[in-house]
Each structure stands twice: as structure tokens, then as C-alpha cells.
């Protein structure tokens, strides 16, 4: 059987990047231009020292969320790809590369969703034990889910969803 494209892996926190952020947020806002209002480096690679996987999450807030083909073709060109659009959470979700090099999670910026993911980074980035915590438990579930992404999503909703709670 060949390897999977796309495996999750944990590795240790990499000082490059939030200059890797720092890129890429140039990128969109060029690409996305008057379409976006903020623009956010997000999840555990925003939190110094957290082990993560290799994926620069990225956060665009908008004042609207618009049908996903007025992002494609302005984010198309970056290398973006349009995955799926989460109408419970109300996010538009694109990845860029293969293997996936970039997420990027488009919200409407006044919406609960899009608080709950600076929370959770801020959280992280404030409380060494529980960032020390997440990253061990994200590395239990990619040994145990290396090749399954929703189980390994499914794996750390409870924990996540615990954190958020905090902010109700």
C-alpha cells in the first residue's frame, strides 16, 4: 500500500513559523483585498513552543460570509483550495498544498466561531500546562489516527469544547 498523501504528524514547535504567517498573510491580503477585514494566525502553531502539525492555520474575518466561488477565485491563484463549508460554524475551510501546508478558515468576523478560535489560541499562548496538555494529546491521537483526519478532529472536540466552555 502506498503511504498516504496527507498523514498527520506531530511535530516539535518551529520558530519559523510566524514568519511563515507573516508571508502568507501578505498573500491573502493582496488576493482577498476589501473582501476581508482582519487577517489572523491561529491554532498551535500560533502558540510558541506547542508542538503541532506543519499547517499554518490562518483566520480571515469578513463582515459577511459570501458563497465559497467569491473566495476560490481570488484564493485559486495562491494555491488555495476550497474543502468545505461549515454551515454550523458558519466557516468557509481551504487548504493549500498537498501535503497541506496552509489551512485557511474564512468567518464572518462578529460571529461566535470567529471569537472562539483567538480565544482558544490566547488561552494556549497564557497557560503553559494546558498548551503542554493539548500537545500531548494530539500526539496520542496522530499515532492512533495518522491516516484518518476526521478521527483525529473527533479526537480532540471534547477537550476543545472543555477550553471554550471557559468563555461562555
Known sequence: MPPHPDPIVIVPYDPAWPKV????????????GSLVLSIHHIGSTAVPGLSAKPIVDILAGVPTLLPPSAYEERLHPCGYVFQFHDREEGRLFFRKGMPRTHHLHIMEQDSKGFRHHLFFRDFLRLNPDAANEYAELKRRLAQRFREDRPAYVSGKAEWIRHILSLVQ
Open 21 to 32: 504567517y507573516k508571508r502568507e498573510k501578505k498573500i491573502l491580503t493582496e488576493a482577498l
